[in-house]
Structure formats: C-alpha cells, structure tokens
C-alpha cells in the first residue's frame, strides 16, 4: 500500500467495546455546555437546590421535632443532621442524573449538537466524556450551594465537610455516568420514567437518607449495600459527624468501579447508537 493510499485511508473505527479513545479535544464541548448555562446559571441554581431545602427544612425540623435524635453507630445525633448528610448525597444524585439524562439528550438528539460538534476534529468519544464531566459539575454546583447552606444554618460545622465536598463530587461523576447509559437507549423523554421509578426511587428509600438501613429486614439491607447511594451515604454521614467512616476504601471502590463500568457501558451504547 502506498503512502498516498494511507494518508487517504479513514481513522480505524473503535469497536463498540474498545477502550475509551480520550483527548483534551472534550474541554472544547464542556466550555460549550458551559457557556450556554452561564445565562440561566441562576434560575437553575435556584431549581436545583429548592427542592431539597424543602426536604430538608420539611423533614428535618417538622418531622426532626416528632423524632428527635436518631442512633448512627451507637451515637445519637439529631435527626435534622441525619437527613441534612443523606439529603446532600440524594442531590447530587438528582442533579448530575437531570443532566445527564433530560439536557444530554436534548443535545444528543433533539437539537443534533452532537451531530455538529463531530464534524469539526472532535470524536465521539470525546463528547461522551465532556458530557459526563459537565453533569457531574451541575451535581458539584449544586451540592456546594446545598453545603453552604447547611453551615450557615449550623447544621454541621466540621472541617470534615471539605472531605465530603470531594466524596459528593465522585457521586456526581458515578451518577453521570450511569445515567448516560440510559440516555444512551433513550427513543425519547418518556423513558427516562423507567430509571426514575425502577431506579432512583427506591435507591432514594433504600440507602439510608431518611432512615437508618439497620431498620430495614436483613433481605433488603443486602439489597442496599448494592447500591452506589448507599456507599456515598456511608461516606458522607460520619464527615458530618465530625467522624472518619468505617471501611472508606471499600465504600470508595464501590463507586470507583460503578462509575468506570458505567461510563464503559454508557460510551458502548452510545457509539452503537450512532452507528446505527
């Protein structure tokens, strides 16, 4: 084969289950998403962290006053910082699966952004990862102004909470990646009910955010340690405390690897998609 031919030759195509094909060529599409939702950065500040304040303000001083403390590893604590530690995880949960699902798929296939980006020297694969990134930085948004919040309303005052803005963050990135699995198989809008019934609410009731697992049957409490709430929730709640978790590594590791095969996951069935 000559050279004219190999220079003439397309770039070999990755199989659907080949390894990430990753560059710096993805800041160009997150500085893109960016720009786009710094004109609406405060309606969306205030949609995002409305709802879980009134969770927490609902719950955790209503009902707070009907429970009182709550035992978390033989100590009592008040059941407002209980709730405030599960509720700050289950934000970021939200806020990065919102992203990844509903404005992802905008980009993807309502408004072909995807299909325009690709046509300058941007691969796919590198608009996968700009859009996981991006959604875990609406979750990091999101549960800093939730945080900031919560110490002025000294819920919690522990230098710890700087640990658990790292641990929220990583949250953020394994709930993105997950989601863009679904975002992946979406035909449109309305399937995203199946990840939001069959999937995030009952991780929501089943992770320990608004009561302790060890209330739960021995059968359902081995279904929780499963799921990757569960393990950010495990993280965070001692941070509050002014506590180190018990078996972080292990709590690490499980959203480690549920972040790195989802995204796997998520960029195979992308790339399925579009090649079809």
């Given at each position: 084969?000559?050279?004219?031919?190999l220079?003439?030759?397309?770039?070999?195509?990755p199989?659907?289950?080949?390894?990430?094909?990753?560059?710096?060529?993805?800041?160009?599409?997150?500085?893109?998403n960016?720009?786009?939702?710094?004109?609406?950065?405060?309606?969306?500040?205030?949609?995002?962290?409305?709802?879980?304040?009134?969770?927490?303000?609902?719950?955790?001083?209503?009902?707070?006053?009907?429970?009182?403390?709550?035992?978390?590893?033989?100590?009592?604590?008040?059941?407002?910082?209980f709730?405030?530690?599960?509720?700050?995880?289950?934000?970021?949960?939200?806020a990065?699966?919102?992203?990844?699902?509903?404005?992802?798929?905008?980009?993807?296939?309502?408004?072909?952004?995807?299909?325009?980006?690709?046509?300058?020297?941007v691969?796919?694969?590198?608009?996968?990862?700009?859009?996981?990134?991006?959604?875990?930085?609406?979750?990091?948004?999101?549960?800093?102004?939730?945080l900031?919040?919560?110490?002025?309303l000294?819920?919690?005052?522990s230098?710890?909470?700087?640990?658990?803005?790292?641990?929220?963050?990583?949250?953020?990135?394994?709930?993105?990646?997950?989601?863009?699995?679904f975002?992946?198989?979406?035909?449109?809008?309305?399937?995203?009910?199946?990840?939001?019934?069959?999937f995030?609410?009952?991780?929501?009731?089943?992770?320990?955010?608004?009561?302790?697992?060890?209330?739960?049957?021995?059968?359902?409490?081995?279904?929780?340690?499963?799921?990757?709430?569960?393990?950010?929730?495990?993280?965070v709640?001692?941070?509050f405390m002014?506590?180190?978790?018990d078996?972080?590594?292990?709590?690490?590791?499980?959203?480690?690897?549920?972040a790195?095969?989802?995204?796997?996951i998520?960029?195979?069935?992308?790339?399925?998609?579009?090649?079809?």
């Amino acid at each position: 084969m000559t050279d004219k031919t190999l220079a003439s030759s397309p770039p070999a195509t990755p199989s659907l289950w080949g390894p990430p094909r990753l560059s710096m060529r993805w800041w160009p599409v997150f500085l893109r998403n960016f720009l786009v939702w710094k004109k609406l950065a405060l309606p969306s500040l205030i949609g995002n962290i409305a709802e879980p304040l009134i969770w927490l303000v609902a719950f955790g001083y209503g009902m707070g006053a009907l429970i009182g403390q709550v035992n978390v590893q033989g100590t009592q604590v008040p059941y407002i910082l209980f709730l405030a530690s599960g509720s700050v995880c289950l934000s970021a949960m939200q806020a990065a699966s919102f992203e990844a699902l509903y404005s992802a798929f905008s980009r993807m296939q309502i408004q072909r952004t995807w299909d325009g980006i690709m046509n300058a020297p941007v691969g796919l694969d590198d608009i996968v990862l700009a859009e996981m990134l991006w959604a875990s930085f609406k979750s990091i948004f999101t549960v800093t102004a939730i945080l900031l919040v919560m110490v002025v309303l000294q819920i919690s005052l522990s230098p710890k909470l700087l640990v658990a803005w790292w641990v929220l963050a990583a949250t953020g990135i394994t709930f993105s990646s997950i989601a863009l699995i679904f975002n992946a198989l979406a035909k449109g809008y309305d399937f995203f009910t199946y990840y939001f019934t069959l999937f995030m609410t009952p991780m929501m009731f089943l992770s320990g955010v608004f009561f302790p697992l060890e209330q739960l049957p021995g059968a359902v409490q081995a279904v929780a340690q499963w799921l990757p709430l569960s393990h950010a929730v495990a993280l965070v709640r001692p941070l509050f405390m002014d506590r180190w978790p018990d078996a972080a590594w292990l709590h690490l590791g499980v959203l480690a690897a549920y972040a790195v095969g989802a995204f796997w996951i998520a960029l195979a069935l992308t790339r399925r998609r579009f090649r079809s």
